[in-house]
């Protein structure tokens, strides 16, 4: 069945908006290292604009609301969702840059990531309106923006019977009393690690994605890199796979799944099948370079 019945057909991104300087490098740096790195790029990023993209090129509506800084990165940053066609109206321009990851890829296109916030440290629930909160729609969100202001749209968001979806990512130890306002929790092992201590449930993957759901009554979604992705349908585990794709970046595979699956719930998909399209989204994510 639907998490929620098909409605107002559109995804509410409420998150983080980035440009990403991005290093291929053979491998990557030891702390106190320092290594030659062979390319460097400026590319769109940032989970909220990444997840808009996604959820937009997997047929959904979306409206992305963020912050960019006065500076020449904004434009750069924005430039896929406008030509995508994302609603940008709700982007706030303010005194602070644009937000910025430093991304190292590795020849295996692993990486690691360090995000410096700047303009999304500034992205407050308010900005969201009450008109785009309507029954039957989904809003969005990951934590790249102020927890608070995460905490508070999503309770706004659910007593208005929004769809609420939160990609958990970077990991955080979560407030509990948050889970009574999703209707889908999304994250990858090491998200529900962080998760599990918090709230002393099991590591194991079917083990958290059974209790966290029983627990709190949320749909949770746990994504496994290459070995796809598993969640709870009725009871049941379900898990989907991967098709075989030659990776070039792994870089905004995690994004591009939520992205593609919150797209699927909108229009009404179940969630076993949300999750086989969120799988495969991610995975053809992982033969391109950049995050979008």
């Known amino acids: 069945q639907p998490v929620r019945g098909p409605g107002v057909a559109m995804v509410v991104v409420f998150g983080s908006i980035n440009l990403d300087l991005v290093a291929r490098v053979p491998r990557i740096p030891a702390p106190g290292e320092t290594i030659a790195g062979r390319t460097l790029a400026t590319l769109p990023g940032g989970k909220g604009a990444n997840q808009a993209l996604a959820a937009r090129h997997a047929g959904a509506a979306v409206a992305m609301v963020s912050a960019v800084g006065r500076d020449g990165f904004a434009p750069i940053a924005l430039a896929n969702l406008a030509a995508a066609g994302v609603d940008l109206a709700r982007v706030s321009v303010v005194d602070a840059p644009t937000g910025v990851a430093l991304v190292n890829v590795d020849d295996r296109g692993e990486n690691a990531i360090t995000v410096v916030p700047g303009a999304n440290a500034h992205v407050r629930a308010d900005d969201v309106p009450d008109a785009l909160l309507a029954p039957g729609g989904t809003l969005l969100m990951q934590l790249e923006v102020p927890v608070a202001e995460v905490v508070a749209l999503a309770h706004r968001a659910h007593a208005r019977g929004t769809t609420v979806v939160l990609n958990a990512a970077p990991a955080l130890a979560l407030p509990a009393a948050l889970l ?76 591009a799944f939520t992205g593609a699956l919150a797209a699927a719930l909108d229009r009404g998909s179940g969630l076993a099948t949300a999750l086989a399209q969120g799988v495969h989204a991610g995975a053809y994510a992982c033969a391109h370079a950049g995050a979008q």
Do not use: I, K, M, Y
């Open 180 to 255: 009574g306002d999703l209707d889908v929790l999304v994250v990858n092992e090491h998200e529900a690690a962080a998760c599990a201590r918090a709230w002393r449930l099991p590591e194991s993957p079917t083990g958290f994605v059974a209790e966290t759901s029983d627990r709190f009554g949320v749909a949770v979604v746990l994504t496994l890199g290459a070995r796809g992705a598993l969640t709870q349908v009725a009871g049941e585990v379900v898990r989907a796979a991967p098709p075989a794709v030659a990776v070039v970046d792994t870089t905004g595979a995690g994004d």
